[in-house]
C-alpha cells in the first residue's frame, strides 16, 4: 500500500465516522512511537487536522493489517472530538447554571 493509497482509505474513513471537515497529515517513519505502537493519532480539534503517525513497523504489515491500523487512529481521532466537543458543551452549561444560581442568591439577598 503506496502512500497514496493510505491517504485515499484515510480520507474514505473520516467521511465515514463523521470527520469530513478534518484534514489529515499522514507523517511516517516514526521511531519513538513506543515499543507497542505501529501508529497514533494526534487531534486538534480548533484547526481540525489529525496527524496520523506510522511507526516504521507499519510497512511491514500486509495491507488487510495496515487498514485496521489506520481505521483504530481514525476512530481514535474521532472519539477525542467527541469528547472535546462534549466537555465545550459541559463547561458552557456549567457557566449557565454558575450564572443562574448566583443571580437567584443575590436576588434574595437585597
Not at 511516517?28 to 506510522?54: M, R, T
Not at 510497512?59 to 483504530?72: A, F, G, I, P, S
Not at 452549561?93 to 450564572?99: F, I, S, W
Request: with cysteine; proline share 0%.
Amino acid at each position: 500500500m503506496n502512500r497514496k493509497e493510505i491517504s485515499n482509505l484515510l480520507n474514505t474513513y473520516k467521511t465515514l465516522i463523521g470527520l469530513s471537515d478534518y484534514k489529515i497529515n499522514l507523517v511516517s517513519g516514526y521511531h519513538d512511537l513506543g515499543s507497542n505502537h505501529i501508529a497514533e493519532e494526534d487531534v486538534d480539534i480548533y484547526e481540525k487536522e489529525i496527524e496520523i503517525k506510522l511507526s516504521n513497523d507499519f510497512n511491514e504489515l500486509c495491507d488487510k493489517k495496515k487498514r485496521n491500523v489506520l481505521l483504530h487512529e481514525i476512530i481514535h481521532a474521532r472519539i477525542y472530538a467527541y469528547n472535546a466537543k462534549l466537555e465545550e458543551i459541559i463547561a458552557t452549561e456549567e457557566e449557565l447554571l454558575v450564572n443562574d444560581i448566583t443571580n437567584a442568591v443575590e436576588c434574595r439577598i437585597k
